[in-house]
């Protein structure tokens, strides 16, 4: 459960929930409901009354800061019948990490180091409000700060080892087949036959994302040996069906994946970006490590940048214009060359909303990568939104690195 | 509420009810509740006993593609006590969107034209899958698709002209003061007495959000006139008190901010990247009409690329390192003077998690702007987090030009 009007009212984005799920999930605890409810004591009340109706854990998130929309910890102690006190371990926390940042401690920061008394105190040692653990008629109810590395860490650190210890959870194994390059259905047409023959314990899930399905296979039993037996068992009978599309498993990105494949080639990569406007190079450089193989990239907006810094020819922009296969391939050599990268892929297109035409309506979109053999482009007619765009590309292009290096590629 | 395990279990990210409740929000329908259930009938059908107790309206998204995990049709039939029939026209469409393609339509797919008898078939001009709108004692039910695109034009063009016909809703207005450079305790402290003493209509919520925050009031009554005005007064009120870190009100975003204050001054903007790998540029980008001020950027990771590209020398490299004031200085003016731009800013530090030594941890990074005139640097001490210190340094350059174009630094 999070807690906050400005979750309702679409004013923040709640990453938070997605998170605790994943880690809940990983340790066999299932999660059966998610719910967000406002600044409102009694939306609370009402809230944790229906939770004990239905499950043994809830994870509330949110509500614990400083300022007066905070209503929480009142709450929880009106719930739970009891009042606040200061702890004095988090109080010294508090008033040490206010030192730290030569700052001055308010009344307000003061006030943080109060928890409920019939509660177990969480230590937080990443912010200023501490963590809660509550246990009633065995079912357990934590609260957690809403800023997202502290509610991580407090998880992590202090709340998942009490699950392990406090629930006997039954086995879950989740297995997820990434593919690329096939809508849907038409991957459900293609493995139809497989997927009717699921044994009742496993569950399959289609999880479309920009150019992107992911398939989910969720086995629920008591042992993790025999799910995941049973996961690899309908891996390997699904493989043959859908193995060109197939780009990686589980965690692995484009942008992971692509990486190993660098690094194993002990090879390097640069980028040219019109259209992406920076959004490739950020994909590359949000792997941690990729100063292995990432060298740089020019983001080439504005004409003179292309013709400048990339080497793209006056004939080629006047002739056939910057959203054009001439001139994602000359900005794609033309990176490759300046950096001197073995690999660079490049972007040029109509991102939108404005600047299309009717020959190269938004949406119209050139990739290229240069390899040191030949250079491939391919043109990708997207949609008529901008964000959307710049994600479709960023994965097609991407994906066409992969293929070029793999030499899985379709002339 | 949302429909899917992959939503529970953390899979996918859910965009579409911060969206939503945003747009009710803002034609005056209070969302009081957000709510994710898994693929189960029983988990949807007591969602939807919960709702006709508590609330009018319900949105429903997701659970509605052409794959056998889709359940929520079903579902509503269950409990509308219908059952499904082809609409013809949602077939037609289905059909043409199909052949437009030049792709194969499927029995699957044939079956997304199947809705139930008893509602209110919403055309969806955009996808495969119909929207549905339930009336019963006088409360709305409505289900959508999940792809965000597709249910964010249903709910533009059929449901909101629906909504607005069926309920006679409250007032309510919101405003948003956007802070940056300021702590959520310290603006409370500053802004106390004026806080204490809002009418009760007026909330006030502090939402803070990567080295920003946003002051949100929120009035409620009968005339958008009174509220808009009640609101205005208190804005004026609390604005001499903090005026020094405002940037901006609702929408407002630090790069459209910026933006328009170059399209005013008819000027140009180049950006130099290290450690932000791109995502300045990408920010700046996601701003619609962009190419009329940015002209680009070289994201150079590698240090071959400060010197060839940005003319960094081997001397500053060698003496002061790739993270320190001497480089990001000429970096900044590397880029403007390459680029030819009025203005530029660089980053470069060390994001984490390695790459950090006793003198510059991970989360040292120096930020820097060139404009005509000087060069102005910033020393950040930030996180251990490389998304968060990637989203830090960010945010921190973009405001670091905004003072150094409007000449509000402090030096």
Request: hydrophobic share 40%.
């Amino acid at each position: 459960m999070t807690i906050g009007d400005e979750i309702l009212f679409g004013q923040i984005t709640d990453t938070n929930t997605q998170w605790i799920g994943s880690e809940l999930t990983s340790i066999g605890i299932r999660p059966i409901r998610k719910l967000s409810v406002g600044d409102n004591p009694q939306d609370i009340l009402d809230a944790l009354g229906e939770f004990f109706k239905r499950a043994d854990l809830l994870i509330i998130t949110g509500g614990l800061g400083p300022t007066k929309d905070d209503l929480t910890k009142h709450t929880l102690c009106k719930y739970f019948d009891t009042e606040l006190a200061i702890n004095e371990d988090a109080l010294e926390l508090i008033t040490s990490f206010f030192e730290k940042r030569g700052r001055v401690m308010t009344e307000l920061n003061r006030q943080q180091a109060a928890v409920p008394l019939n509660c177990t105190y969480l230590r937080n040692d990443w912010g200023t409000a501490p963590g809660m653990w509550f246990e009633r008629d065995g079912k357990i109810v934590v609260s957690l700060p809403g800023v997202p590395h502290e509610m991580k860490n407090l998880m992590t650190y202090r709340v998942i080892p009490l699950l392990n210890g406090f629930f006997d959870t039954p086995a879950i194994q989740h297995k997820i087949i990434r593919t690329i390059g096939i809508g849907e259905s038409f991957l459900a047409e293609l493995i139809e036959n497989w997927e009717d023959n699921l044994p009742a314990h496993i569950k399959l899930a289609y999880l479309p994302h920009f150019g992107q399905v992911k398939l989910r296979l969720t086995a629920t039993g008591e042992s993790f040996e025999v799910l995941s037996n049973d996961i690899s068992e309908q891996v390997a009978a699904v493989m043959p069906l859908i193995s060109k599309y197939i780009f990686g498993y589980d965690g692995d990105e484009l942008e992971s994946v692509v990486g190993k494949i660098l690094i194993d080639q002990n090879a390097t990569l640069s980028t040219a970006e019109s259209c992406t406007g920076g959004f490739v190079a950020h994909k590359i450089t949000s792997i941690p490590g990729s100063s292995a193989y990432f060298l740089g990239s020019v983001v080439a907006y504005d004409n003179e940048v292309k013709k400048n810094t990339l080497g793209v020819s006056d004939e080629v922009l006047q002739e056939f214009g910057a959203v054009s296969e001439q001139a994602v391939v000359a900005m794609a050599e033309g990176v490759r060359k300046r950096m001197n990268s073995t690999y660079s892929i490049a972007t040029s297109g109509v991102a939108g909303p404005g600047g299309g035409t009717p020959e190269k309506p938004v949406g119209t979109v050139w990739i290229a990568c240069a390899t040191p053999g030949e250079t491939h482009s391919r043109l990708l007619k997207l949609t008529n939104h901008r964000p959307v765009n710049v994600e479709l590309t960023s994965t097609y292009v991407l994906d066409l690195l992969r293929k070029s290096i793999l030499q899985t590629i379709e002339i």
